[in-house]
């Protein structure tokens, strides 16, 4: 009964490899994100979706791809991979339609890619 | 745009004793307020937040926190800290305008000592 669950937990792979991180939620939520976590625990925002359209898209290099085929998933593709891609990457959710700006998010556990 | 200062890095504190996190905001009217625990190896789970109202609030695990307008600060609270609240906490801010997407503070890694 996860509310918001990703896979694979532990990504390892060498430069230059493309790899994916899938995200699920089964919330019944509007809107998903994807974030990276730095070294350092600096949580940025990548990418935001709303009902399948992407909304907020931060500056993140075009290596990185989500793709939502529906509201209850958003995965993650990166290409190229290089170290610096190293960090956590969190899913998560939340329900713009009903709380709006005020929007408490649910975080999946995150993924930990390992650039080698 | 907003911002969130978490000035302190690390708090080390005893188990048994109380704790204060602090947070500072920047941002041109009362924003949204959140603090979120992250436990090792688990994604963010939100404590509690704060959007209008009374400026004293109650979330979970007995956590509180307290708006200061006057001091653009939120900063949580818990009156005897126990070995499993270890962690990394999280202050944030969402604007009542424009992108709804919260900004994170840094984090404070809170250390429990037995």
């Known amino acids: 009964d996860t509310a918001v669950s990703q896979t694979p937990k532990y990504l390892v792979t060498q430069m230059g490899n493309d790899k994916s991180i899938k995200c699920e939620q089964n919330l019944g939520h509007d809107t998903m994100y994807w974030y990276k976590q730095d070294s350092k625990k600096f949580l940025k925002i990548m990418f935001s979706y709303n009902n399948k359209e992407l909304i907020i898209n931060e500056t993140v290099p075009n290596r990185f791809s989500p793709k939502s085929p529906d509201k209850a998933h958003l995965n993650l593709h990166i290409n190229s991979l290089e170290l610096g891609d190293s960090a956590v990457y969190f899913c998560?959710?939340?329900?713009?339609?009903?709380?709006?700006?005020?929007?408490?998010?649910?975080f999946g556990p995150g993924t930990r890619l390992t650039v080698l | 745009a907003q911002s969130v200062t978490q000035p302190d890095i690390h708090i080390t504190v005893s188990e048994g004793a109380s704790l204060e996190l602090r947070c500072n905001y920047s941002y041109g009217a009362t924003p949204y307020l959140f603090w979120y625990v992250q436990s090792p190896g688990q994604g963010l789970q939100l404590l509690l937040k704060?959007?209008?109202?009374?400026?004293l609030v109650q979330g979970i695990k007995g956590f509180e926190a307290e708006f200061k307008r006057s001091q653009s600060s939120f900063n949580l609270r818990k009156p005897s800290v126990h070995w499993s609240d270890a962690a990394e906490y999280f202050c944030a801010v969402a604007s009542r305008g424009g992108s709804y997407i919260p900004t994170f503070g840094r984090g404070t890694s809170l250390i429990v000592h037995p």
């Open positions: 998560a959710s939340s329900n713009i339609r009903t709380s709006g700006r005020a929007n408490e998010q649910f």
């Open positions: 704060y959007f209008s109202g009374d400026t």
